[in-house]
């Protein structure tokens, strides 16, 4: 794993500067501290830091082929390496290296742009055709490795991580007021947006050439859950077991230590437990709790660890944590994710660097094998929407507004339901509905922003409908909530620590193979993740397979009323809050006074308000990214108290 950035300077044909290839470069030092490498030729600069996963000697980059005239850098794993490496060496092509880097130079140079369509793993490339002036860049299929890009004029800049960006000096730091109320409608902001302006995505399955000053984008991957012949259920059972054990053994392929991060979960324990299979040593597991028993899996992990006999580590988190990490976070992220547990992760990600290089990780068993409660219950809609309108507006709605709020979760479940589709499916992970961001939101902001943050739901089913409301929801979270959401908070967080991450359940075979299982087999007796269980029954210990879906919940709700309430009104309460003119500065007053003397629960947003402020403050006020002598990682925690408070 690895960072990766560069510049092409296509309209004004000035030569890159090394020095702010360098810069670039020390931003994602974090990502690859083992090796750094650069390549100027004239107009154009790449800039590289490694993580020496496979081929520790022999993967230097930037790498070229042979005459010197195409060049790569790559972010990622390719895990058909070998074979692509035999087939091409059949066609005359010769190897320099052990690593899969110089398979993709190789099968670019034989296949063209469709190299990318050949390639099955996770990662994230520039690929420099010199001869033919253009660059090509490259997002694996799930979105697993970041790759964000900008124009300065016609000029194009590219890199892992947004920081690198912004230390161009034509990139203009500003917030895309769109992209924030979507982020908080929905706690991330969809691809290919980003919260700054100008700064986009590239999007998951798709490539991007730039070429005689134009660019042109192409999805060369998608899935669909198109009708399909019914099988048994012994059948599907069959399959998925096959799919994840092959997809757990190729992602152990490393020359250096791999461990895996074991929740206590359905799909991390699974996952644990094949690796324990395929290794006669102890697999390293580690596991995050926190300091409120309630919220803690590790009970959980520990009895998958003893199961599997595997080396096991623990870390709690606690209130304090959230304090002293949240400014680095802020900074790791470049972009909020409304998602708490991106502080348990960064801190179990920092134990697993002291034992490993390289963890296994349970996302994506949830959005492919319907996991989650929200499937279940929106199932419910169909028989919600038979209902006359004069029923549902007249008796249904005002009865909810009169519960009381001990059965708010009921109350949230009845108005979501009522909403049409895409909009309900938003909703469901949703944090300031229609109503709260009304309250919200000033005047001058509503005025130059749509209020609807389905678009990109809408826009990917336009492009490709489903065969059923389920099949929708789930091609949506693997396409939306997965990669600008999880996959981003995952990515991030393990790099900070210089950790790869690596994702079996998001194989691209195993996608298209859950997709081609009916609906009404992955929900029975209203049992969320039915097959996936089915599969592995006589695999996992019964309470793993019983128990209630925890997810990766942290208790800021209790730390903002205990340890972290001056924190919390430090942040929302302050002036330079108000005066940034985007926010009704009472209707904050009064979330945090109602959440603070426990009348109702803003947990979600007051954290995400909070997120957003400390980014701000980080990415978009003058403060940071301003030393060039001190790391902005030593700057952010010698200046944290600094960032809090003012």
């Known amino acids: 794993m690895c960072g990766i950035c560069g510049i092409y300077n296509a309209e004004t ?35 590289f830091a490694r993580l020496s996963i496979i081929d520790l000697g022999g993967g230097h980059q930037p790498m070229c082929n042979e005459t010197g005239d195409v060049w790569i850098v790559f972010n990622g794993e390719i895990w058909n390496y070998k074979q692509l490496r035999q087939e091409l060496i059949a066609r005359g092509h010769q190897f320099r290296t052990n690593c899969d880097t110089e398979t993709i130079i190789h099968a670019y140079e034989e296949y063209g742009t469709d ?32 790759l964000y890009y900008t124009q300065v004029g016609r000029d194009l800049l590219f890199a892992s991580e947004i920081k690198a960006l912004l230390s161009h000096p034509g990139v203009k730091r500003a917030v895309d007021l769109q992209a924030m109320a979507d982020f908080l409608s929905i706690r991330y902001v969809p691809a290919p947006a980003t919260l700054f302006a100008n700064i986009c995505k590239v999007l ?104 599997f006999g595997t080396d096991h580590y623990e870390i709690v988190v606690r209130s304090a944590d959230l304090a002293n990490y949240w400014p680095l976070l802020t900074w790791h992220r470049d972009e909020p994710v409304s998602e708490p547990s991106d502080l348990g992760v960064y801190l179990v990600s920092q134990l697993a660097r002291q034992h490993v290089k390289v963890v296994l990780s349970g996302e994506g068993g949830d959005e492919l094998f319907a996991g989650y409660p929200k499937y279940v219950v929106d199932w419910l809609a169909r028989y919600y929407h038979i209902l006359p309108s004069a029923v549902r507006e007249r008796l249904l709605i005002p009865l909810l507004d009169g519960l009381p709020y001990s059965m708010r979760k009921l109350k949230n479940t009845a108005r979501t339901l009522s909403q049409p589709a895409p909009l309900r499916w938003m909703s469901w992970f949703g944090i300031f509905n229609s109503q709260l961001k009304e ?44 990669p600008d959401n999880l996959l981003m908070k995952g990515d991030k967080m393990t790099m900070a620590a210089s950790l790869e991450s690596r994702i079996p359940l998001l194989d691209a075979r195993l996608i298209e193979y859950a997709a081609s299982i009916p609906s009404h087999n992955k929900i029975k007796f209203f049992k969320a993740k039915y097959l996936l269980k089915r599969a592995f029954a006589d695999f996992l210990p019964e309470p793993i397979l019983t128990r209630k879906k925890m997810g990766f919940n942290v208790p800021t709700g209790i730390w903002f009323r205990e340890g972290q309430r001056d924190l919390m009104t430090r942040l929302l309460l302050s002036e330079r809050l108000s005066s940034r003119g985007y926010f009704q500065h009472e209707f904050i007053a009064r979330m945090l006074r109602d959440h603070l003397e426990g009348r109702t629960n803003y947990q979600a947003q007051l954290f995400t308000l909070a997120s957003l402020e400390l980014w701000f403050r980080v990415f978009i006020d003058d403060h940071t990214l301003k030393l060039p002598q001190e790391s902005v990682e030593d700057l952010l925690i010698r200046e944290k108290s600094t960032i809090l408070s003012i």
């Open 439 to 482: 309250q919200l939101l000033s005047a001058e902001v509503k005025a130059r922003i749509d209020l609807d943050a389905s678009r990109a739901f809408r826009r990917w089913l336009a492009n490709n409908p489903q065969r059923d409301d389920l099949s929708a929801m789930l091609y949506l979270d693997t396409k939306i909530w997965l």
């Open 204 to 307: 998951p399955g798709h490539w991007l050439l730039y070429e005689k000053g134009t660019t042109r984008e192409e999805c060369y991957w998608d899935y669909t859950f198109a009708p399909i012949e019914q099988r048994s259920e012994a059948e599907y059972t069959q399959g998925i077991r096959q799919h994840i054990e092959r997809a757990v053994e190729e992602r152990m392929m490393a020359d250096v230590p791999v461990g895996a991060m074991l929740s206590g979960g359905v799909d991390s324990s699974i996952i644990s437990g094949i690796m324990s299979k395929l290794t006669s040593h102890k697999v390293k597991t580690f596991c995050v709790g926190f300091d409120h028993p309630a919220y803690s899996e590790l009970p959980y992990a520990r009895l998958v660890a003893q199961h």
């Open 115 to 146: 190299c990318v369509a050949r390639l099955h793993g996770m990662f994230g490339f520039a690929i420099w055709d010199s001869p033919r002036q253009r660059l090509l860049l490259a997002r694996d299929r799930a979105g697993k490795k970041p």
């Open 13 to 47: 044909g000035s030569p890159v500067s090394p020095q702010l290839i360098e810069q670039m470069t020390s931003l994602i030092a974090h990502r690859g501290p083992d090796d750094k490498g650069s390549y100027i030729e004239g107009s154009l600069g790449l800039g």
